[in-house]
């Protein structure tokens, strides 16, 4: 039987009407619609199968116009396919990789292209923690005691107000605060599933996610995920079709490590595609905040009729890590997340809550958004930049709409874990691929994390680009 | 069959040969050992049927000379009895008063006689936000990373140091820090049970515990537990031997409800009966540094020797929760434990620990201690004597030797829940006996937190007396 998907077998027709010459380099390939029609398949079948063209290098696209068939075929640096994980759910097992890379990111003396960390020095934590220090004062003893869960009202209020940037009608009483995103999706996960049972997630996705799920005994079924627009609705539909999924795990505004980027009209369709058969959908929304865009890209939850939608997340990568404080709006599940909340860790530290509130309260983390999206766009285009000027011929790159994160594909073959040690030997950190799925699928990719630039980085880039070549790529 | 305990047997012969004059009132009764002797039982077994009986008040102790007959019998106001709980696993549900619960700890209107806080005023919260504030001013930007598991190695080394006063030789490298003990006896469990597994811990328990447990799916094997002296090693041996039990949790210093202290040879014989069969045991200390004795008593980790005791703790009853920091030393399961405490919550607020280490570095958590057990010290005694002065006759009420939680039997057949609605509406928030047990065992108990005293708390006893009475007590 024919196990491949509809838009990989469309991909290849419409490849071999180009060798073949039918369609010329430089002339347009048929519009999205009519093919769609001629075909009788879904607009989103034929735009992947298209994705899979460009990623391939045979088609382009030209703003506002449509897709082309390419001048010089493969000679720009196109980003990766779209994935093929396996269609089989995997337990997951990545702990020692993760051990190695937790003891690289406490290593200051390394160049920190490996930890999904934002930039310390967008942080913001001097005027945080002059708020904190300031409402410790005037709370006095009342500073140390617990903070219930739901969590700090002032902040839920104020995380109410924002949601509506994402699209989202949220009020305070739908929102519970927790120590991180991390403990969000835990909770969310612990309230629809149980032990055995399969969640179906974007592939690559990052390894945090595989971990949650590893320790929770769930198992991962990995959807095909393109580097643009996110997971496969087509495949993510066959998954459900042939497999008893219990939820499904999306980041759909600037995934790691893709960087991909849901289109509001993908998104609205994984909220109903999910809402027919009644599957909750968790959906990380922390790096939601840094889109390079005029408009916040809306969340998957601003589509959410039945309250199936359980947003996650934080201020970790907008802000900064160090004060643990995440949120999720867990819709028809919010007494349920709320309980396991308080039986986890019983509640959220209260003072860095106040003072995140002040902070937005004030206007403070508007402005800080403004700056920090600015800065993570020129620094994901520098990097950007100094992988396809250093690396070898054959690689492949991310082009993300938002974030801090580049993920590469290395010449076919290269093992991007004999690379990291080299490159640790070299003194810089990064994150081989084959930490973004539960079956081992991504051996030739590396993550980048773009949040930081300067000289040195730019001569860590060269360094990284030569022990590629090295290793046998180009 | 006869399914009562050998010491119950043995409590029974005695308070018949009590009762028909064989022994009399001021007469001393058999030394422990040679009554021990005697009947080819333990000390320990021995000893918790002369505590059966000093609890129904037919015998007295006097220090440093034994037990004796009482010279008027149920005049003084005894201590509850052991508890003895069903000896089946259950699964446990108290999700609904907890909820209700959590709305009064919230209340600041309220009198707090319900939650087990420690009094705002003792929590030497300022000087630990000036603390915080002046590391923050240092760090800059650095004080926003993530602190990665095992955490802040400044607060593991004083923890370690400290841990000595406990009788433990542990390293930094022992200690993981976590979000509060909640996180802690979380990720200990997981670590070692999995669903459906069975647990024995002490009856009656705090609900936290009872909570973890099922939200883990875990099933609660309750066992008799003597408010002086803790759980029971003849009951609990009967359980290990009857069920398939996969850990044991005890609260060993000072139990939440009982403020039960396990002797010293207790602990250490606990401590040999699990390993002897290879059971884990999960000891929170949470209120170990809060005795009111001149000696820290030790933990039961004390007497580890297979790195089978784990144990938990935070500091969220010694000085205040808000921070929500807490630490465990889980022995031989390190690995396990760290990697479920960063894939449960990545990390611990980084701000808080470093606050924290410097707090106990400087001197200033011992001399906080020497201040708090004092005060406890006084304040329980002052609610304690309350009771007895305003509740009435044929109540109980436990005598314990650290923390700051009173466990109160009420006249028999009186409805705690009851009490606990009346109480509310006169401005009194306790806790009624059903939270502590997964079987509904304590109906006639209330758990009074003796944290705080002032005349409005005077007036408070009175008032919850007067109720007692109404409810057709004494």
């Not at 969310?188 to 969640?199: E, K």
């Not at 079709?241 to 509001?264: H, K, T, Y």
């Not at 934080?314 to 867990?330: D, E, H």
Request: net charge positive; with cysteine.
């Amino acid at each position: 039987m024919d196990r491949r998907l509809k838009y990989e077998r469309l991909a290849e027709e419409i490849a071999h009407l180009i060798r073949s010459g039918t369609y010329q380099p430089g002339a347009p390939v048929p519009s999205v619609r009519t093919l769609a029609g001629q075909k009788g398949l879904s607009v989103s079948t034929v735009l992947q199968a298209y994705y899979l063209l460009e990623a391939q290098g045979l088609i382009q696209v030209r703003a506002r116009s449509g897709f082309y068939v390419s001048l010089a075929p493969r000679m720009a640096t196109p980003e990766p396919d779209i994935s093929t994980p396996a269609l089989d759910p995997a337990k997951v097992s990545v702990r020692e990789l993760v051990t190695m890379l937790l003891q690289d990111a406490l290593n200051p003396d390394l160049i920190p292209l490996g930890a999904a960390y934002p930039d310390p020095d967008l942080s913001e934590a001097g005027k945080l923690n002059r708020l904190m220090a300031a409402i410790a004062r005037d709370m006095g003893n009342r500073s140390g005691r617990y903070d219930m869960p739901p969590g700090c009202e002032p902040l839920r209020v104020q995380i109410a107000r924002r949601a509506a940037a994402g699209g989202m009608d949220l009020a305070p009483g739908d929102l519970i605060t927790t120590c991180g995103c991390t403990e969000a999706v835990n909770i969310c996960l612990r309230a629809v599933c149980q032990p055995g049972d399969t969640v179906a997630l974007e592939s690559p996705i990052c390894m945090d996610t595989l971990q949650a799920l590893e320790t929770l005994g769930l198992r991962a079924l990995e959807i095909p995920t393109h580097p643009r627009d996110g997971i496969s609705l087509e495949a993510l539909t066959f998954a459900l079709d042939n497999n008893p999924v219990r939820a499904c795990l999306v980041i759909s505004n600037f995934n790691n490590p893709l960087g991909s980027l849901m289109p509001e009209a993908h998104k609205k369709e994984l909220v109903e595609i999910l809402a027919r058969r009644g599957v909750p959908l968790i959906e990380n929304d922390i790096f939601g905040d840094l889109g390079f865009g005029e408009q916040r890209p809306p969340a998957a939850k601003a589509f959410d009729r039945r309250g199936l939608v359980m947003l996650c997340s934080s201020f970790s990568k907008s802000l900064f890590p160090g004060f643990r404080v995440g949120w999720t709006a867990p819709g028809r599940f919010l007494s349920r997340v709320e309980w396991l909340k308080y039986t986890t860790t019983t509640a959220t530290a209260t003072l860095p809550q106040l003072a995140l509130a002040e902070f937005m309260a004030g206007g403070g983390f508007q402005q800080h958004l403004r700056r920090a999206r600015k800065a993570y766009a020129q620094r994901l285009g520098s990097i950007r930049q100094a992988v396809i000027r250093h690396f070898p011929k054959g690689i492949r790159v991310t082009r993300p709409a938002g974030g801090f994160l580049l993920w590469v594909q290395l010449p076919p073959g290269t093992d991007s874990l004999e690379l990291y040690k080299r490159a640790l030997a070299s003194g810089i950190a990064i994150t081989p691929g084959h930490l973004f799925s539960a079956s081992d699928r991504y051996r030739d990719f590396i993550r980048l994390n773009a949040a930081q630039w300067s000289e040195e980085w730019d001569w860590a880039m060269r360094r990284l680009g030569r022990l590629t070549v090295e290793l046998g790529g180009g």
